[in-house]
């Protein structure tokens, strides 16, 4: 099967992840990058930061794009059209590609609201079959438009996810998060690490957090990259963790993060705070859950010293996602509901 296939490889990597998992099944992919690309990504650049009407410049470049796109599907000429969360690629031109009477899948990996939604949601009117990694959101999305909305969570890569050999678990936690300036998730996530207790050797990674200093001095002392680190360097921090934190942006409603599967895979012990999806998608109880900065100080005291359990854990973690939750899994999902 030939697929097009439209998103971007900076996202979690998602759609490269997808794109490999339908490779892995003797599919031949064609990769089209949802934002502009050369020098209408740098015109584009230079326009937002001159005009006074951002949205204008906004549409002009996904029209732009969104031509671009069209005449990539039709030069291709798909059996399956494929697009990962690219409010940047325009209804009316979903809509021509349809002529080509070949199914269009739309992937929802991030909340239908808030800046690009308008956009969005008029492209899902000329979806065949549409996924959300969110109930939430497809509750939303089932209110307006007849398509099937299928409930989909993010999966993981045993490829970029894997134990290491006699690495050292050299941290007690380990926290990997970008903590943006302008949303409320920031602040909470910088907090939330703010307030472990400097007994313990607590390590940081992400974009963002050089803002949070100015409010939270101490985490200078605990952040080593204020950048996103590769994906085999992340690998290599899970394996060097006792204990991974995951802590999930507050607009995923019911959803659960890719890092729950991704710790699970490199053999990690993860401690989360709760989503419904947990109990959907894992057994009950596989991981400790809290709710406060309370329950976080008290879990790492219980579970640091219990390295047998966490281990104990962590293995069967791993059977688990292995057996049910990669990225293969989801595609060939994607597939048996054309």
Request: positive net charge.
């Amino acid at each position: 099967m030939k697929i097009h296939l439209t998103g971007t490889y900076w996202h979690g990597g998602i759609t490269e992840n997808i794109e490999s998992a339908f490779k892995s099944l003797g599919h031949e992919v064609f990769f089209f990058n949802k934002y502009p690309q050369g020098f209408s990504k740098i015109f584009k650049s230079l326009a937002l930061k001159t005009s006074r009407k951002p949205y204008e410049i906004e549409y002009y470049f996904c029209r732009k794009r969104s031509k671009e796109w069209l005449d990539s599907v039709q030069d291709y000429k798909p059996d399956l059209i494929f697009i990962d969360d690219a409010p940047s690629i325009l209804a009316e031109f979903i809509k021509e590609a349809r002529k080509l009477y070949k199914p269009i899948v739309y992937y929802v990996t991030s909340p239908p609201y808030g800046s690009g939604a308008k956009d969005q949601f008029l492209s899902f009117k000329y979806a065949d079959h549409i996924f959300s990694i969110d109930t939430k959101w497809a509750d939303l999305i089932s209110a307006i438009y007849d398509a099937p909305v299928h409930h989909l969570p993010l999966g993981s890569n045993p490829k970029h996810f894997y134990p290491l050999a006699n690495e050292e678990k050299k941290f007690d936690v380990v926290y990997v998060a970008s903590v943006p300036e302008q949303s409320p998730d920031g602040l909470i996530r910088a907090q939330l690490i703010n307030n472990i207790y400097a007994q313990y050797k607590v390590v940081v990674f992400g974009n963002g957090w050089r803002y949070w200093y100015r409010y939270f001095p101490e985490l200078k002392n605990c952040v080593l990259s204020e950048s996103a680190i590769s994906i085999s360097d992340l690998n290599k921090v899970y394996n060097q963790a006792k204990m991974i934190i995951n802590f999930h942006s507050t607009s995923h409603d019911e959803s659960i993060s890719s890092r729950i599967f991704e710790v699970a895979l490199s053999g990690g012990f993860i401690l989360t705070d709760y989503r419904k999806d947990l109990d959907k998608f894992l057994p009950a109880n596989l991981f400790p859950l809290f709710k406060t900065s309370k329950d976080l100080n008290r879990l790492i005291g219980e579970w640091l010293p219990k390295e047998k359990e966490r281990n104990l854990i962590s293995k069967k973690a791993r059977k688990l996602v292995l057996a049910n939750h990669t990225w293969k899994h989801r595609v060939e999902e994607i597939l048996n509901s054309l």
